[in-house]
Every structure is written in C-alpha cells, then in structure tokens.
C-alpha cells in the first residue's frame, strides 16, 4: 500500500512531493513492497497529504483508492485475468484477488466479504478491522473507471459511524 | 471527487532546477524502476513459491492417506475436500464407476461446497447424477485419462447440468481422474466461477493426487479378490467350507438375536462317487462335482428367484464343504417345507445319467436335514445333527434323504453316554476277559484260547457286539486294546505257571483293532506291555483284520516284521469277509488265517458246499500259512475240515468262551492229551 501511495503521489506531484510528504508526517520513508508498515504511518501520510492539498482526509483516502486501482491492475494482472467487468471483479475478491493477495504478502490480513446480489446491484458487507473502508470505496470507482461502467457507489453503514459492520452497495442504473 | 494532482497545486515551489539536481533526479528515478523490478521479482518468486508448497502440501496429503488407507471412499472425501480448500473450488463433487455398467459412472454420495444458495440445485443435480457409458453422452472429459479443464460449462452442449450451473454462476469444470492401471475408478469435478485455465503444472499435481487414490482402489480389488479366493472353491465356483462357516454362523446369531427359528441345513453327500474317481479318473470326477454344483446353482437360482418375487418367501445359500459334500442353508418362514423339497428335487436331477467318456455314470445321493426347534444354542450342533442325518440316510442305501428327529437324537445322546462310559470303565478297568479254547484239529490237542473282552457294567455282562463299534468310532478302542493286550499277557504268565514245561506253550490270541494296530507307537506299546508283565512273546499272538492290513501297507509290512523279529505270531482275522484280493496275501508277513464262521456255521452234511473254503485252504498252505476255522458246531464240520488239511479250529463244539479260572481249570486237567471234557465245562 504504501509503494502503491508512492507511485500516486509521485505521479500526480512528482518526487520532491513525497519526499516532502515523508518530512511532515514524520514517517520512515524507505517502503519496500514485500515489507508491513505501520498503519498509523500510513494515516500519518494520508493526514499530511489533506494537510497540504485542502482536502478531507476520507477524500484523500478514497481518492488514493480510486487511483491505485490501475496502478495494482498493472503490477497485479493475474487479478483481472478473465475478469470483464466490476461485477464479476468485486464478486471474485473472495475466492480470487484475496488470495492471489495471501499468496504474495504473507501474513497480510484480507477481511473475508459477504454479498448480497441483485440484478443492478451488489451489496459488499464486512468487518473492516483497519478501518480502510474509505479506500474501498475509491478502488470499487476505480473498477468502475477501469471497466468504463457508470454506478452509483454508496457507504450506508459505516463503522466509523458505529456499525457493526461497513456495507458499500454498488448500484447500477437500471 | 478528483483524482489527487488534477486539478491541485501543489504549494511548495520548485528547488532551483541546475545542471546537478538534473542529473541525481534521474539516478533516482532510475534508483526507483530498479527497486520495482526488484519488487517485482521477488513478489512473482515468492508467488510461485507459495503456490508450488500449497500444490506439494496437498499432495503429500492426498498421498500419505492414501498410503495408509484401505477405503477407497475415505480418501476421495479427504481429497475432495483438500483440493477444494486449497485451490479455491466452491465445489467439488465425486462420481465413481457403475459396477454394474462398464464404463458407466455415478455420483459416489462424496462432495465439498462452500457456496452459496444458488448453488444448491447444482449441488443437488451432482449428487445425483448418473452417467450412462461413454458413447451416449457427451461428458468426454469424464473419461479422459488426465485432467481435464472444461470453461462456459454454464452454456456447454449436451452438459445435463448446465443450467443449474448458470444459475450457480458457475463457469468451468475441472475433471481428475483416478485411475488403477488404465480403467477410470472415479472422477472428481471441481466447478469455478472464473474461467482462468489452471496452468499445466497444477494439472500435473491433481493427475497425481488422482494416481494416489488409484492405488487405494487397486488394494481394495486385490484384498477383495483375496478374499474371494479365500472363500470359494476352486473347481466348482461354490462357496467353500470357510464361506459356508461364516454364513451359517452368521446367519444362525442374526436369527437368534431375532429370537427367531435358525435356518434349515441340508447336507448332501455323493453315493458312488468314490467308484466313479477309481474307475473313470479324477478327471471324470472332477466334472461330476462341477456338474453337481451347476445342477445345484439351478435349483437355488429358482428358488432365489421366487423369493425376488416374494422377499419374504426364503433365502437359500449353496456351499461345497469337500470331496462329494455339499450343503444348502435354507432361511426364511417356509424353510422347512423348502429344505425336504429342495431335497427331492436334489434326487430328481440325478436320475438322469450323465455320460462321460462314453460311459453313462448314475450318481446318486444322500441328504440328511437338520431344521431348527428352537433347541439348538450353537451352530455347531446342528451341523453335527444334518451330518449325523445324511450318514443315516446313508447306511439306508442311496437315494435317501433323512431328517434329524428325536429318535436320532436319543441315540446319539446314548451312544454319547455309551462312549463316555466306555472311557470311564477303561480308567477304572471295568472289563473281564473270557478264552475260547483252540484246537489242532487231528488230535483234538488244546493249543491256546482267545481272548475275547467283556465290559462288567455293573451287574450286567456286556458282549462285544454292542460296545466295540462305539469304543473303535471314539478312540476309545486304543485304551482298551492296551488293557486287553495287559491282561492277557498277565494271564499267559499265570497259566505258564500252571504248565510251566509245556511244549509247545500255549498261546493266547489277541483281537487288534484297526485304529490300535495303526497307532505308530503299537510296537513300542507291545514292548512295554511284555516287559512289565514278563510274558514270553511265544505265549501270545495277534488277531489284525484284513481292513487295519491293508490301510496303509508300508506301516502293516514293517510293524508284521517287527513283530515276527519279537517272535510274536501273527494272524489275519475274518479272514474271506474283507475286500483284500486273495493275491495280496503273499505281501503280508503272516503266520495264519483265521476262517470267518461265516464259511463254517451253515455247512451241514446233507447240504455242504466247501469250495470256497477249499480254495481259501489251498492258497494259505500254497503260502505256508497256518488256518484256523472258527464257529465249529457239528461233528461233521469238525470231520471236513479235518479231512482237508485245516490245523486248527474253535467253536462251541468244543467250548464256549470261558472265563479264566475254568479256563486254568482244562489247563490243569487237559494237561497234553485230547480234549476230551469239554461237555461237562460247557454246561458247568
């Protein structure tokens, strides 16, 4: 995650931005993609990014989202092998990405989604231990982006908010 | 929401730009490419390493279950189960081999599902399906030799299920073999959702797990076919006695566990079998067994095919026990009536003759039946009792067919106590031995007695005729010979005493049963017995039926020679009612013949036929042996045989078997002279 906020930083600002970022949020700096950081470094990066840019730091996080998904599409391609649209690619993340994921980074913890499926509409319930469901939601727009697919992507439940668990629907227009 | 960088600015300005920062900018960025690939590398390196461990990890599990174990079923539903977990499969699904339908197959009742509801008619479909043979349906990749990966089985022609896989938003189907040898022993089907083709390496490690389990079924044929051969007999395909054993057993506990009647037994024995292996070979025999098996199949098939009619109506089970024995177990509520049909159908089928090597051979048989009263606590005695049946039925003549019944159980528990007495009265010595004298005939001299057993059971005398057949068929003969052969050389050494310089001395003559004289310490015993007693060999002599002579020649020729270097005389006794051949005669080491009575008794002077004896005569002195006729009545037979040339003789004309004391008595007053008082000793 954090090479993957390297390569959007530097993409959007250029290197000097995330050196800049690593200064202010006082974070160690030298991520390599096989390695587990922090999460509260991670917050600390996304913190001093809406710092400096104005934002809201669940908009950054959700724009950090929306943004990593062709950057991981590019370095991961078994992800979307057969896979031809956000359906089928948020219906997969179980039983394909998750543990393509477990394969490479051991020990990282994937959270396990439940679906709830409809003919316009898939429901993505989960207990987001690290509270990451902001960039979630950027990566389901990012599917959407990739796949050049139009729908509504909505939190109604949200464990920041004190629910038992996040659920993101994606809707699309009938 | 904006992508971050868009439309933002960002608000430091740039460090000024020269020719320095221009140069280590692009060292960086180059810096940066470097570390991606090298990220690049070792994620993809530590992928396949993760993959090629979980793929060794689930077929080292695969293979060591199937190593240890000896169910084929327990360990398609550990692999199925493994596979699914490990590769990702929501469904895994078993179908085995019809064995029934070559080349069929159908679902094994094993499969592994993490899905969810949609899928439930899929799942359903699969455990329930059933596939004909391969050239009627289009599920090829079920009988490929490898593993075979099937994409849009949702649409695919011909695939029955195809339908309920749309719906299970399943897309692709990997099938595995396993296989022992080349046939197909079953299949696992795995269905994906995705359609990503597994890649050729993990095909390789799922024909191997299939290989594995190929092995488990492989055992299992062999241990089967074991137990198979175990189980049935080699020449005619029937159950053996091992077979016939466990399912009488078995059948005999289930009803009395039911509380219920035991099944009907019946037992069938060859009349003239024998006749038709000595005479025709073994090969002659050996397809007289196997058509009597066939005939017998026949008639249980028929029967058993009624009952697939009318369940309840019986269950017959065949079995050849050995030789010309075979047996039927007749279960159900009409066994009974059954078991006495079956049995005259038995004897109906072999009316007809079989021709064999053109010969018509007639074999018939005899059948005993024992059904169940309720009385019987153990298997073994009712099979005793249809054995003891089919020997009644036997010694009734051929073609019979005896049931067990209560007259026979009452002779069987009183020859059973006869026995048990016998074996009692041998430990306490509850015998007498009484002495027929015999005589050289021309000069009326006594030469020696024989000895003949009495059982004193209580106050009663028993003779011989109704003990020795019961002590010679429970091996109670062998005790008692011993205490006869004691006794009488103890009496030898008293009589000797009486008449110490007789010459020659007398002798006592001694009955050997069969079973004693083929006991391969017989010779040993008569040194003991002589020893501990201190007779002379030449005061005794043996009496051995031609039958104990004959059973196994070499034993008879070395103990008769045995004997003869002890200097103990040997008789053939009976001699004319046996089966030997006159001829065999001159290769048994003997000193004399002893005439049945049978021979002598009913030869009176004005109805006399002595051919038969004149020609037993003649050959025993053509081989310098001795004779000695027995059952004398009359004076005239005396007068004959005496004309012709016979030695010896006993019988009532002279004496009656004495006891011993009177016995020493004609010693004393007999000292060498003819016999003369012997009607006073009769009547006295």
Known sequence: MFNVLEEVITDAYGPEAWDSLICMAGAEGAYSSLGTYPDSEFHALAAATATLTGQAPADVLQAFGQSALPIMVKRFPLFLEGVDDTRTFLLSLNSVIHPEIRKVFIGTGCPHFKYGVGDDVVQITYHSRRRFCDIAQGLARGALAHFGETAEVSHPECMHEGAEACRLDIRWAA | ?684
Request: aromatic share 6%; hydrophobic share 40%.
């Open chain 2, 1 to 684: 929401m904006n992508q971050l960088g868009k439309n933002a600015s960002w608000p430091f300005p740039e460090s000024p730009a020269d020719e320095r920062i221009a140069q280590l900018e692009r060292r960086l960025e180059r810096e940066r490419r470097a570390r991606q690939e090298a990220e690049r590398l070792a994620e993809s390196g530590l992928r396949d390493l993760y993959v090629s461990r979980a793929r060794i990890e689930l077929l080292n599990g695969i293979s060591v279950r199937a190593n240890e174990s000896d169910d084929p079923m327990e360990v398609l539903r550990l692999a199925v189960r493994e596979i699914c977990t490990t590769l990702g499969f929501p469904f895994g699904n078993v179908l085995i081999a019809d064995p029934d339908i070559p080349g069929a197959m159908r679902a094994a009742g094993i499969s592994f599902a993490r899905t969810c509801d949609s899928a439930q008619p899929f799942i359903k479909a699969s455990q329930d399906t059933a596939l004909p043979a391969p050239e009627s349906h289009a599920e090829q990749p079920l009988m490929q030799q490898v593993p075979v990966w099937t994409p849009h089985i949702d649409t695919m022609e011909g695939f029955d299920r195809a339908r309920a896989a749309r719906i299970a938003s399943f897309k692709s189907m990997l099938t595995v073999p396993v296989l022992s040898g080349r046939d197909v022993e079953a299949v696992l089907e795995f269905f994906s959702m995705d359609l990503r083709e597994p890649e050729l390496e993990l095909l390789d490690v799922l024909l191997q797990a299939g290989l594995q389990i190929g092995g488990v079924f492989r055992r299992r044929h062999h241990a089967d076919r074991l137990r198979e051969s175990a189980l049935t007999d080699p020449l005619t395909g029937l159950p053996n006695r091992a077979a016939f054993a466990q399912n009488i057993e078995r059948c005999f506990q289930q009803r009395r566990e039911a509380d219920e009647p035991a099944p009907s037994l019946i037992f069938i024995d060859l009349d003239g079998f024998k006749l038709v292996n000595d005479t025709l070979g073994h090969q002659a025999g050996d397809q007289l067994l196997v058509d009597m098996a066939d005939k017998l199949r026949t008639l249980v098939k028929n029967a058993n095919a009624f009952e697939d009619e009318n369940p309840a109506a019986c269950n017959v089970q065949l079995a050849r026990l050995a030789g010309d024995e075979f047996t039927l177990i007749v279960d159900g509520p009409d066994r009974a009536e059954l078991a006495e049909r079956f049995a005259a159908e038995i004897h109906h089928s072999l009316r007809q003759p079989q021709w064999m090597d053109n010969n018509p051979v007639r074999v018939t048989a005899s059948i005993g039946i024992a059904h169940d009263d309720g009385n019987y606590t153990t298997v073994s005695d009712m099979l005793r009792d249809a054995d003891l049946a089919m020997y009644e039925a036997k010694s009734l003549g051929s073609e019979r067919t005896v049931v067990f019944d209560q007259k026979m159980r009452n002779n069987v528990q009183s020859r059973l106590t006869l026995v048990n007495d016998l074996r009692t009265a041998c430990e306490n010595g509850d015998f007498i031995l009484h002495y027929q004298p015999i005589l050289a005939l021309d000069t009326e001299q006594l030469v020696g007695f024989e000895a003949l057993v009495r059982w004193q059971r209580g106050d009663v005398i028993v003779p011989p005729s109704e003990f020795i057949a019961a002590a010679e068929e429970s091996g109670v003969i062998t005790l008692l010979g011993q205490w006869v052969m004691r006794e009488a050389c103890k009496t030898a050494v008293r009589w000797h005493n009486l008449a110490p310089d007789r010459e020659p001395p007398l002798r006592i003559s001694i009955n050997v049963a069969p079973r004693q004289f083929l006991q391969p310490t017989f010779v040993q015993q008569v040194r003991e017995i002589l020893a501990e007693t201190g007779a002379d060999p030449r005061w005794i002599g043996f009496e051995i039926t031609e039958g104990a002579a004959i059973t196994k020649p070499h034993h008879t020729a070395r103990v008769l020679e045995e004997l003869r270097a002890l200097n103990i005389q040997v008789g053939l006794d009976d001699f004319g009612t046996g089966y030997s051949s006159l001829s065999r005669l001159q290769t048994i080491p003997i000193d004399n013949i002893k005439i049945d009575q049978s021979f002598v008794r009913t030869q009176t002077r004005s109805n006399a036929q002595w051919s038969v004896v004149k020609a037993m005569l003649d050959l025993a002195h053509a081989l310098q042996l001795r004779v000695v006729v027995e059952g004398l009545e009359t004076e005239f037979q005396r007068e004959e045989l005496t004309a012709f040339g016979c030695e010896y003789g006993q019988g009532y004309l002279f004496s009656k078997p004495l006891t011993e004391a009177d016995a020493a008595a004609l010693i004393v007053e007999q000292p060498e002279g003819p016999f003369r008082h012997m009607e006073r000793l009769i009547s006295g």
